[in-house]
């Protein structure tokens, strides 16, 4: 049995924007010391600092954990870099918290961050290859089919996904953090340009810079911490290949897979109604029902019902409300997009979201994905000690 | 702490360029022989993890399409570190001791030969006061070579007595790069290329895979007549503003031996990740290894140097003698970043 | 500006460039595929476990890991599985939105490759929509699917493709080797 781990301390840049005017080592910092003060303690109280981000070609730097090992006073400590694409973020959770788990450290820092105003994101994930056609049309133009094919498969109707976008986009408004701060309008949203259709521009997230951090230590530093723990009932980590015969893209057999091994770990039957806030990774508005049915929320085929129920909107009293920070469509620092929805469900469980508190939060989602929906992370906090 | 062992390694030969093969080709192969010299297959693996760079290809996302060589469906546990594979294995190693699992697959790969590999390391620099100045790999280690020089601990005779034994050594092992018989007078009259280094002194470029299996106890046994245990296992990092550091030590590598316990028992054996021969003395130094240790019974990393994998192929070196019995105790060791940064150092025992 | 003023405005970034050369080796497979394309022909291979056959290839079969060896002449003709309108360019590509890109099966092949598809009105187009490639004059042909300019829409009803992928996977149950 793995010993128990909980998150402590939990650090946002104080707001995700288009460009942070600070440097890359400026940026991580910001939210490293803000974890740290929540955590009630200093560098020295570090034993290992787990980094996460997405490509190095997004700002053009190879390895950055290298070139952070004084600003996130790392000297003469371990120091590991994790990269597993969009669910980046998730997965260094995920391995932030095995350091704590296996016994080997009583407590860590881990952070995650991009600076995509550093560099060209699109131009990174577009760079022509010679033996295909070059075609990448970013990841809108990767994932607008496969949204397709949902729309075609549920018949769900067409107005969901801006729906989704509206709700998040209010659910933003009270997250200090979050970098679309502007009140939705739903006719706005519905005539919004397409950009690749079916996917229109307002059911697309923004492009920003931002960082994350979380300290999480062991259960002894963690009853004596000055803040409420978030303690760590389950991580799960799946992959499978971007496209094999006949793949399953609507509804990935890894995701499946990811929330399947996470909610056996955390003693979770029944998601929609044992889970009381989840943190889901959805850059384009249409992946929320989407995830709904692949986290077993709702029957496939069904989640967009979910949606058009409110059960995900906090404004409309849902049971269940989904990415109440404003999630990926409201913020998203790539790198650091998954560990702001581990960070946003663990803060939910120790009671400390400010605005956006969930009333009576006990039991937390945190999930990212990345690449071609084919990695996934997720995690369960929950506010008492599994 | 549960009982973890290195079952099984495998590597692509050490070539300068591995013509058509793609990233995946190269990975297959790695992976392949791993779990065939175990006699078990991917249904076996709890767990995945690899190292890889983005750089070396060009594109984003290399680690992607290196997934096509796993038979990832159904889905599999698997994670990736944008780092020498040495550091996928220590989360693995991490992931076991949290108890969930007891296998897992590790696997590094880079094709350094479609690319400048000599300019790529500069993109590790602080990207704000020295990346733009684009200093090369080569030469930021010839400015810790001179530094050690001036200290007086080193000649250039002692750079080339590294590269001598490089050389010998790896006539044995057939998967080197570069192997042969030299000696001090012929290599320190061959011209400096970086000075003080000559060509000699820096690793090749190459091309490659490599892939290992970890078992616990009861499968290691299972699979494998001499498993080499880990019985230590650390890793820690230096400033990265080389103005901070004094270059001719390595503090890191020498808090990372002290904490795996290389020192706890004699030394057989010793695999070096040092691309620079001027490196291995530092290591041998910073480990408090001596003569009584046999310093890169392959070549080490003077015979053959796949980025991102090298370290991985330290620990396989290491482990491999222990598995066939050649030695009972050895030292492995993996680096990162400029002049020896960041340095892993894992203690394998029969 | 001022000498004065102009050591007080703040340094808030400068350009970096980074101009890296590369030489790609596509990959055994992918090398046989090209040299195939440049002379007009489709060539996948099959999977010697699940008997399914993959294009382009790629050297591995993903869904086991192993290497694909056994080559299969493709037709020219597929069926959408799903497709976007695109109306944003794509960086360093001169086409002109909006335009349509599909993922698209071929006939006798299991595994979608993204392509154009034009020549068509964009309400003619659906998923199971039946197309066969335009290709470039043979006199263009390089190693590069590109020598497909895109695909047309046939003059045939859109196919169920849930039916197909059923049709197919009993095809290949002859050939799996499990």
Redesign the interface.
């Known amino acids: 049995?793995?010993?128990q781990a909980a998150v402590v301390g939990v650090g946002q840049s104080e707001r995700f924007r288009t460009r942070i005017?600070a440097?890359?080592a400026g940026l991580v910092r910001e939210a490293a010391l803000n974890a740290l003060e929540d955590a009630g303690c200093s560098w020295d109280d570090i034993d290992a600092v787990i980094l996460g981000k997405a490509?190095?070609?997004?700002?053009?730097?190879?390895?950055p954990?290298?070139?952070?090992?004084?600003a996130l006073g790392?000297?003469?400590?371990?120091?590991?870099?994790?990269?597993?694409?969009g669910s980046v973020g998730g997965?260094t959770a995920?391995?932030a918290a095995?350091?704590v788990?296996?016994?080997?450290f009583e407590r860590i820092l881990t952070v995650t961050y991009e600076k995509q105003s550093?560099s060209?994101a699109?131009?990174?994930?577009?760079?022509?290859?010679?033996?295909?056609?070059?075609?990448?049309?970013?990841a809108?133009?990767f994932f607008?089919?496969?949204i397709?094919?949902y729309m075609?498969r549920t018949k769900a109707p067409e107005d969901v996904g801006c729906k989704v976008a509206y709700k998040d986009r209010m659910h933003a408004l009270k997250n200090p953090h979050a970098h679309v701060q502007e009140e939705p309008n739903l006719e706005e949203y519905l005539a919004s340009?397409?950009?690749?259709?079916?996917?229109r521009f307002s059911e697309v997230c923004p492009s920003s810079d931002g960082a994350c951090a979380m300290v999480i230590s062991n259960e002894d530093l963690a009853k004596k911490s000055p803040n409420p723990p978030a303690w760590i009932a389950g991580t799960?980590?799946?992959?499978?290949?971007?496209?094999?015969?006949?793949?399953e893209e609507v509804n990935?057999?890894?995701g499946n897979?990811?929330a399947k091994?996470v909610y056996k770990q955390a003693g979770i039957t029944n998601p929609l109604k044992e889970i009381d806030m989840a943190e889901v990774y959805v850059p384009f508005s249409w992946y929320e029902p989407m995830w709904a049915e692949n986290l077993f929320f709702a029957e496939e085929g069904e989640g967009w019902k979910l949606v058009l129920e409110g059960t995900t909107s906090r404004d409309e009293g849902g049971s269940c409300p989904w990415n109440v920070s404003g999630g990926v469509m409201s913020s998203n620092p790539i790198g650091a997009s998954g560990m702001i929805r581990f960070a946003e469900a663990a803060l939910q469980v120790r009671g400390m979201a400010e605005d956006r508190q969930v009333d009576g939060c006990k039991t937390a989602l945190g999930h990212a994905f990345g690449?071609?929906a084919?990695?996934?992370a997720t995690w369960i906090v929950k506010s008492d000690k599994p | 702490?549960r009982e973890v062992a290195v079952i099984s390694y495998a590597q692509t030969p050490k070539v300068r360029d591995a013509g058509a093969k793609n990233d995946v080709e190269l990975v297959m192969e790695a992976v392949h022989g791993a779990l065939g010299n175990a006699g078990i297959t991917n249904k076996d693996i709890d767990f995945?993890c690899s190292g890889s760079?983005?750089?070396l290809g060009?594109?984003?996302?290399a680690?992607?399409?290196a997934?096509?060589a796993?038979g990832?469906?159904?889905?599999?546990?698997?994670?990736?570190?944008?780092?020498d594979a040495a550091?996928a294995m220590?989360?693995a190693w991490?992931?076991i001791?949290?108890?969930?699992i007891d296998t897992a697959l590790i696997y590094g790969f880079g094709k350094s030969s479609h690319c400048e590999m000599r300019n790529?390391?500069t993109?590790?620099?602080?990207?704000?006061y020295y990346?733009p100045l684009w200093p090369d790999t080569v030469s930021i280690a010839a400015l810790q070579a001179r530094a050690l020089l001036e200290s007086g601990k080193y000649t250039e005779e002692d750079f080339a007595k590294v590269v001598v034994n490089s050389r010998k050594n790896a006539k044995n092992n057939p998967n080197a790069q570069l192997s042969g018989d030299y000696t001090v007078e012929q290599l320190l009259a061959e011209p400096t290329f970086v000075s003080p280094l000559r060509k000699h002194d820096c690793c090749p470029v190459t091309d490659g895979a490599a892939a290992i299996v970890l078992a616990t106890r009861e499968k290691a046994e299972a699979w494998c007549k001499r498993p080499a245990w880990i019985t230590g296992i650390?890793?820690?990092?230096?400033?990265?503003?080389l103005g901070t550091r004094d270059l001719t030590v390595s503090?890191?590598a020498k808090?990372a031996a002290e904490k795996a316990g290389v020192k706890k028992g004699k030394v057989d054996i010793a695999e070096l990740y040092a691309p620079f021969s001027h490196q291995e003395l530092i290591l041998k130094e910073a480990m408090g290894l001596d003569d009584s240790t046999v310093i890169n019974p392959s070549g080490g990393t003077l015979a053959g140097h796949v980025f991102m994998s090298c370290g991985l192929d330290r620990i396989g070196e290491v482990a491999d003698r222990i598995i066939s019995g050649e030695a009972d105790r050895g030292v492995a060791h993996a680096s990162?970043?400029?002049c020896l940064?960041?340095n892993l150092v894992t203690v394998l025992e029969g | 500006m001022s000498e004065e003023n102009a050591a007080k405005e703040p340094v808030?970034g400068f350009e970096?460039p980074?101009n890296l050369k590369y030489s790609?080796a596509?990959g055994r497979a992918?090398a046989k595929f090209?040299r195939e394309i440049k002379q007009g022909r489709i060539v996948g291979q099959r999977?010697s476990i699940?008997g399914?056959?993959?294009v382009?290839p790629r050297g591995s079969?993903?869904?086991t890991g192993t290497a694909t060896v056994e080559e299969v002449v493709l037709p020219d003709v597929g069926t959408v599985?799903?497709?976007?309108?695109?109306?944003?360019p794509?960086?360093?590509?001169p086409i002109m939105p909006?335009f349509i890109?599909?993922?698209i099966v071929l006939d006798e092949s299991?595994?979608?490759f993204?392509?154009?598809v034009s020549e068509c009105n964009?309400e003619d187009i659906q998923?199971g929509t039946r197309l066969k490639a335009k290709w470039k004059d043979s006199s263009e042909w390089g190693l590069?699917?590109?020598n497909i300019q895109y695909f047309v829409p046939l003059d045939e009803a859109p196919i169920d493709i849930e039916e197909l992928?059923q049709k197919?996977?009993k095809e290949?149950e002859k050939y799996r080797n499990a």
């Open positions: 049995m793995a010993i005017k440097s890359i490509p190095d070609f997004f700002e053009g730097h190879l390895m954990e290298l070139y952070l090992a004084e790392c000297i003469g400590k371990p120091m590991l870099r994790v990269h597993t694409a997965s995920c391995v095995s350091y788990q296996s016994g080997q550093e060209n699109m131009w990174a994930l577009s760079s022509k290859q010679p033996f295909n056609p070059h075609l990448n049309a970013g809108g133009g607008a089919p496969i397709r094919e075609r340009p397409m950009l690749w259709e079916p996917l799960s980590m799946r992959s499978e290949p971007t496209m094999y015969p006949w793949r990935p057999r890894a897979d990811c091994d690449g071609g084919q990695f996934f | 702490m995945t760079c983005d750089y060009g594109a984003a996302f680690f992607v399409s997934v096509d796993l990832a469906v159904p889905s599999i546990a698997e994670s990736h570190v944008e780092m550091w220590y989360e991490m992931k001791q949290m108890g969930h790529i390391p993109l590790q620099m602080d990207p704000y990346q650390d890793h820690r990092i230096d400033a990265h503003n503090e890191s808090l990162s970043g400029p940064q960041q | 808030e970096s980074v790609f596509a992918t090209l999977s699940t399914k056959v993959i382009p079969d993903p869904e599985i799903s497709f976007t309108i695109c109306h944003l794509i960086p360093n590509n909006p890109i599909a993922n299991d595994q979608t993204i392509h154009l964009n998923i590069s699917m590109e992928k197919r996977l290949t």
